[in-house]
DNA sequence: CCCCATACTCTCTTTTTGGTCAGTATAATT
DNA sequence: AATTATACTGACCAAAAAGAGAGTATGGGG
């Protein structure tokens, strides 16, 4: 209808079906609670430690918390920079990729945010529906 | 800095961090690969049976396929029509809720179409480094 | 000499996820 | 009477993800 963005994407390519798979892929990566978490985060304060990152992100293991970031940075959303300082400091700081992305999640994160309630309501509703049965 | 989504998502509420967590784990829910999958298939075909999601979603499994449309449809995403006829059939739509994160989601998707090959680039970039040490 | 701090890494265990395959209901078709 | 079609559900099993907890390196402070 008139969802604009959509039809510019549509309109892009011919819909080359190996590209369809990478694009896939790339969100199927990219789109993951803790990798947003971050993401946010990083944009909030542009240059964070580990255990910053580690205090702001409730909930996250320090494993989850590496293997993340490590990710992260394979995939040029982060920069990492050690300084060899002892003990160790490390530096984290999303790259223009990162902050692209970054972007790119506002919409979603605004959705939720405007419709989280909808969604828990949706779910009485379901749960009710089910009883009645 | 211009990124006024993001901007105007801070300026919103005073961070509850009870609504924080909620909205996390929205995303968490809902960003994932299936159900961004679907409810771009069904964004472009506004109504779907079973076997047409099946056909359109290369790689689901049955299983996922329902696992991933009674989440859905819990969450208030789609609706399911049951005719009952024989063979069975179902119909899935988007309701308004998931049109909304069907728009929500365009940014990622652009994004991901665009910089896909920045992406492997910079994995090519890593894992060269990686190897020269 | 011992402990602290930081940013990890490694191992072990548990949990979650997802795939495969079999089964179901029943009207229409052969 | 057997087969087909559809949209599932359930049992079982393998693989992957994730948590917990211990270990590591080392310069500075007490």
Redo the contacts between chains.
Sequence with gaps: ME?S??K???D??PSDPA?ER????????????WT??LIEIL??NECCRFGELARAC?GISQKMLTQTLRAM????LVTRTVYPVVPPKVEYRLTD?GL??????????????A??G??????K??AEKQNQK
Tied chains: 1, 2.
């Design positions: 969802n963005l959509r510019e994407l549509r892009l390519p590209v990478l694009v896939e892929e790339t969100i199927g990566r990219v789109a993951d609670k947003m978490l944009t909030e409730t940075e394979r995939d040029g990729l692209g992305l970054s972007k790119a999640f506002c919409g979603v994160w605004l959705w939720a945010e419709n989280f909808a969604i828990e309501q949706a779910r509703d379901y």
